[in-house]
């Protein structure tokens, strides 16, 4: 992994976003790189359901162009929801699609969740998706979970899908390889270097075992890995 100072800016981060928001906006295609995408959407959505289905609010957290909140309301319909990005372009495109669902209230911030400040035990469902691997320092992670906790109700849900990295480098070495295979079967192996570049200059994932591990002492009751495959991991934490 990359020393943090070398990698992307967060307005560098912002610019690459405000670039692609077509892509981010296909629901089948958007997503291509993450593997199972169309699965664990399926996966958190459903879990959000099952656990809160008195749920009247969510929060989405790097929603992008609205895909996770909407598939949300398919299920949950009538939530009042909030929308964090530090894309505008994403947001605006959010904003428009929620616009013709069955959400009851969209608030929306351009911000950086390290920043933002979210009102305590507002909501009863919180979603990053494709979105924490972007903290750098152990501080940022702790910082970020406290606050999420923070903004959820006494029984309200967190939901994580990621990229994510490894304790064992054999592992993260097998893992990778398997990763890189699915990606140039994908689109061919020009594209996984690129993808491996980006990630490499972009990213800096944790493990689950991290991820889970800091959701504990964060002081979340209830943690479950709900989906692995290779470099990609779902959880879930209960307030």
Known sequence: MNHPSLKSSVEEIRERFDADVERFANLETGQSATMDAPLVLEILTATAAAEVPQATTMLDIGCGAGNFTLKML???????????????????????????????????????????????????????????????ETREWESVLAKIFQSLRPGGIFLVSDLIDFELDSVRQIQTERYGRYLSQLKGDEYRDQVFAYIAKEDSPRSLAFQTQLAWETGFRQVDILHANACFGAYAAVK
Do not use: F
Request: with cysteine; glycine share 4%.
């Open 74 to 136: 398919e299920r949950l319909p009538n939530l009042e929801c909030g929308l964090i990005d530090l894309s505008g372009p994403m947001l605006d495109r959010a904003a428009a699609r929620l616009g013709e669902s069955t959400a009851r209230k969209v608030d929306r911030w351009q911000e950086d969740i390290r920043s933002v400040e979210l009102t305590k035990s507002r909501y009863d469902i919180v979603v990053a998706a494709a979105v924490l691997h972007h903290l750098r």
